[in-house]
């Protein structure tokens, strides 16, 4: 599965938050969690899901925003997705995912 939601580029969620309330106002579309089942590993299946997934943001004229975690930066980097630039409120943010985590940006279709 891939989940993402309607979200705030500058306000990524916190790490196990006990809430999820959704922006107003949302400029982004923030994919939080990409998971397969062991059998489909290797398949291709979650470049696939992505790539469903940013043709909606494109349609939309969204970017899109993710915290990769699990060393998987480069996965993410081969969809188009660069490191964000991080203010000290996302640099804080960020520390509740660990220390590997990499905050990334999928600039908004040219259109």
């Known amino acids: 599965y891939l989940l ?5 580029a500058a306000r990524p969620p916190l790490l196990d938050a006990e809430a999820c309330v959704l922006p107003t106002a949302p400029d982004t579309l923030y994919l939080h969690d990409l998971a397969m089942a062991p059998r489909a590993r290797g398949m291709g299946v ?15 004229g969204l970017p899109a925003h993710l915290i990769a975690i ?10 188009g997705f660069v490191p964000a630039p991080l203010t000290s409120d996302l640099q804080a943010k960020l520390a509740s995912y660990g220390a590997e ?7 908004r279709p040219h259109r």
């Open 101 to 107: 985590a990499c905050y990334m940006t999928r600039p």
């Open 4 to 8: 993402a939601l309607p979200w705030t």
């Open 46 to 60: 979650g470049q696939a899901l992505a790539h469903q997934l940013l043709a909606l943001a494109d349609a939309r």
């Open 70 to 79: 699990q060393n998987s930066q480069s996965f993410w980097a081969r969809l």
